[in-house]
């Protein structure tokens, strides 16, 4: 065969080539694939990550306030409410949880002078008794001598897919709530 006869065939074949269209969907779809599929599983980790750093707000949210509505506290009604962490926080594992419950006093004018009371914890440590606190900016210096319950909630998340990226991430809250019915709720039980 001529060269000038096998340059017309390769001209036939490449004409051919650009007008078939029967493999363009199938090329397409194996280069979008990965991009797809790395978007839905990260927006669904996404998802599961933000769900529980709200089920983390929600739990120290309702310790804290479940603590302010007491006269006093007794090792077994702190028991009860540290318990009731792993209710907010289901459907998710709370078996590493790190839930805190304290009372601090806050003096009156004073920089120094806010101190722990009492402080309690569920798969933690509690706060030492007459250790110093850092406030908030927002409830320094009152007027009067105030006491203050306060709720810290650690959950260390492990995510399903991204672990090898990201490895455990420790979501954190805090919350401060007003003793409800008294001044301040005096511990009256054994330590916790």
Same mark, same amino acid.
């Given at each position: ?8 065939? =390769?001209?036939?074949?490449l004409?051919r =080539?650009?007008? +078939? ?7 397409e =779809?194996? &280069? ?6 790395? !978007? *839905? ?8 990550? *933000? ?11 309702? &310790?804290? +306030? ?22 907010? &926080? ?19 004018n ?6 722990y ?29 105030? *006491? !203050?319950?306060?709720?810290? &909630?650690? *959950?260390?998340y ?18 401060? =709530? ?15």
């Amino acid at each position: 065969m001529r060269p000038a006869a096998k340059l017309a065939e =390769f001209r036939s074949l490449l004409r051919r =080539f650009a007008k +078939d269209r029967q493999g363009v969907s199938a090329v397409e =779809f194996a &280069v979008v694939l990965p991009f797809m599929l790395l !978007l *839905y599983i990260g927006s669904a980790e996404l998802g599961e990550g *933000y769900q529980i750093q709200f089920k983390v707000t929600e739990t120290a949210r309702t &310790v804290t +306030d479940l603590a302010s509505q007491y006269i006093s506290l007794t090792s077994s009604s702190m028991s009860s409410i540290l318990g009731a962490s792993s209710t907010v &926080v289901s459907p998710y594992p709370s078996g590493s949880m790190v839930v805190t419950v304290s009372q601090v006093q806050v003096k009156a004018n004073a920089s120094s002078g806010i101190v722990y009371l009492w402080s309690c914890s569920l798969n933690g440590t509690k706060r030492t008794v007459g250790s110093a606190v850092a406030l908030p900016s927002n409830l320094q210096n009152p007027s009067s001598t105030v *006491y !203050l319950i306060y709720g810290e &909630v650690t *959950y260390p998340y492990t995510p399903s897919l991204g672990y090898a990226i990201t490895g455990t991430i420790t979501m954190n809250q805090t919350s401060w =709530f007003y003793p409800r019915l008294v001044s301040s709720i005096p511990w009256s039980g054994a330590s916790c």
